[in-house]
């Protein structure tokens, strides 16, 4: 639309983040942040020839409070553009689970069965959805969400007056959304009409035959009984075309949501995205072909997840890289070939390039070219014994004597400061000027005569801060004073409900009675209330109204539940969606009155008050 961009503030509060996926002509989503209650928010802005329908149908899903709804709230217009604020949508769409396999039947049975459930709340409050298809059904974990409660049927120009059509529309939708579950074919009315956007892919539809839609039972093998005759029941008068939208689907079948929800009773919990298989992403690294050879190479396999190996080194079979420069003859035929090859020296010479140094006293080896050696007779003297091989170093310190001798004196040394320590007395760790530091006697009184020391320039320890306190509400009470609350057919203004305007669920609220007019039908002369008691005293300066009614009179009061309007006026003003009050600086109190003297509208047209959550800052 013109004029709207991220950052964009509506009606002085939601602010526009990012453009959010939609399948409806003539609507522009955003995903947004709601700057007065703090939090996220969906807004669709509206336009096209069905403005006034759409933000109709929204006002009456508003009225309509289901966890399994997304929930309307806020409708209006600012500068000709109309917006419909609700919860943000979560999970994925029917459409996206069918894309990822078909569903279990008893997973069909258990997701129809909880958005059934719902749309007959939404009946039961005269609000009909008129326009499901799978994009409009998510699942969020366990949890099966229907978005468009509303805004769809206005955008697509249905009409809710008549209870028996609607009712019926919806429960054909509901066994629609069934057989698409299993089978991946929607038999409902043709999606491809002017409403839905063009972009939109839509599923195929179902196969027919000379009696209509193909039987369940036809397309899959394992479907209950029971699932196959609704479903055969359901479609003999829907045609599959974009005319069954407005046209009058009589006959067989369920006539209302209530009537899937008994058809498909009991159902277990809904986990059907849990059966979705996990896809590779498409950014996940390819085989390589060094990995692949490695396996041929003998490399164990490594465990999933483990990165491609590098480039294989080519080594011998131990793990070793040859270096033949440095590697020594081997003994025994390695040795032997080695030997063959070498010069032959004479024995004498051969001995004496092996034999040890000579001791003292006895005669040094020859060297080479002198003469054999002989005996003192004269007889030549034999070779001597082969002498060990050399050293290939030095020979090591070996310090283990040391270290010995080291870890004895240490442990001498210890026993000794350990006996010395248990027999002394027990004296404080640290002397200051003839007193301890160890203990508390800091703060004792110094004896008469003694000097402790202190100069007096020490400055005062500052006092801790008192803890900041909120408020909190501990109780609420519905008030009507001038009512005849003390009549025991009498229900008052439904203090039943009390807690539900400060129980941090903002889909819950407190109602009063619904009068004629805003002035209480001529009832009241004063008004009615909503005591606030916390829990403690405290400073309260901003009151937010979370409510779906617009216009009225609210005034807060600082009194109680015995005296309601006798306390000082601290602000006053209509009702609206998340009003604020600001209460004079100082006010500090441990209750509050909200005392209504003009009732505002709900989106039916009720004179009524409903508060959803009251905030206190």
């Known amino acids: 639309m013109n004029g709207v961009a991220p950052g964009t503030v509506l009606v002085a509060r939601y602010r526009l983040d990012a453009p959010a996926p939609s399948d409806l002509a003539d609507v522009s989503a955003w995903t947004a942040h709601d700057q007065i209650l703090d939090r996220d928010v969906r807004v669709s802005l509206v336009a096209g020839p069905r403005v006034a329908e759409a933000l109709d149908s929204a006002r009456r899903a508003?009225?309509?409070s289901d966890q399994r709804l997304t929930r309307v709230l806020d409708v209006g217009t600012e500068d000709d553009v109309a917006y419909v604020v609700t919860e943000p949508f979560t999970g994925l769409t029917l459409s996206e689970v069918v894309a990822g396999g078909i569903v279990d039947p008893q997973q069909a049975r258990a997701l129809v069965g909880e958005a059934a459930s719902a749309l007959e709340t939404a009946r039961r409050r005269g609000v009909h959805h008129l326009a499901l298809r799978p994009d409009c059904v998510r699942i969020d974990g366990s949890r099966v969400v229907v978005t468009g409660l509303g805004i769809d049927a206005g955008i697509a120009g249905q009409d809710q007056g008549d209870p028996v059509r609607t009712s019926r529309a919806d429960a054909v939708g509901l066994v629609s959304l069934l057989y698409y579950a299993m089978t991946a074919r929607w038999p409902g009315p043709a999606l491809d009409v002017p409403w839905i956007q063009d972009a939109v892919v839509h599923p195929l539809?179902?196969?027919?035959?000379?009696?209509?839609?193909?039987?369940?039972?036809?397309?899959?093998?394992?479907?209950?009984?029971?699932?196959?005759?609704?479903?055969a029941q359901t479609f003999r008068t829907v045609a599959g075309d974009g005319e069954d939208w407005t046209r009058d689907l009589s006959g067989e079948g369920p006539a209302q949501p209530a009537d899937v929800v008994a058809a498909l009773e009991p159902w277990g919990e809904v986990s059907v995205v849990a059966a979705i298989p996990d896809f590779v992403p498409a950014g996940s690294p390819g085989v390589s072909r060094q990995s692949v050879r490695s396996v041929f190479d003998g490399g164990a396999s490594s465990p999933p997840g483990t990165p491609p190996p590098a480039a294989p080194v080519r080594r011998p079979s131990t793990g070793r890289i040859r270096r033949v420069s440095s590697v020594?003859?081997?003994?025994?035929?390695?040795?032997?070939?080695a030997t063959a090859t070498a010069p032959t020296a004479p024995a004498p010479y051969a001995a004496a390039a092996y034999a040890p140094p000579p001791a003292p006293g006895e005669t040094a080896a020859l060297d080479v070219g002198q003469s054999a050696p002989t005996a003192p007779d004269g007889s030549a003297v034999g070779p001597p014994p082969p002498a060990p091989p050399p050293r290939r170093g030095p020979r090591r310190f070996n310090a283990t004597p040391f270290v010995i001798v080291l870890v004895l004196g240490l442990v001498g040394f210890g026993v000794y400061w350990a006996t010395n320590t248990a027999f002394e007395g027990f004296e404080p760790p640290l002397q200051s000027e003839g007193r301890s530091t160890a203990g508390t006697d800091e703060d004792a009184p110094a004896p008469d005569g003694e000097d402790t020391g202190s100069t007096g320039d020490e400055e005062p320890a500052e006092p801790e801060p008192a803890p900041e306190v909120r408020p909190v509400i501990a109780q609420g009470t519905a008030l009507d004073p001038e009512g005849d609350a003390l009549d025991p057919s009498n229900e008052g203004e439904h203090p039943e409900a009390v807690q539900r305007a400060y129980d941090g669920q903002p889909e819950t609220f407190w109602f009063t009675r619904k009068y004629t007019s805003p002035q209480f039908g001529g009832l009241r002369d004063k008004g009615v209330g909503y005591a606030i008691s916390l829990e403690e005293k405290a400073p309260v300066t901003t009151v937010v109204l979370d409510t779906a009614v617009s216009g009225g009179n609210v005034e807060i009061r600082a009194s109680d539940v015995d005296d309601p309007t006798s306390g000082k006026v601290l602000a006053s003003g209509p009702l609206s969606p998340g009003v604020e009050f600001e209460l004079p600086a100082g006010t500090e109190t441990a209750s509050l009155v909200l005392w209504f003297t003009e009732l505002p509208q709900n989106a039916a047209g009720e004179n009524r008050v409903e508060l959803n959550e009251i905030l206190l800052s």
């Open 328 to 337: 020594p003859v081997a003994a025994g035929a390695g040795a032997a070939a």
């Open 62 to 64: 508003a009225l309509v």
């Open 205 to 231: 539809p179902a196969q027919r035959d000379d009696d209509g839609t193909v039987r369940l039972s036809s397309v899959r093998y394992d479907v209950p009984q029971d699932l196959d005759t609704l479903c």
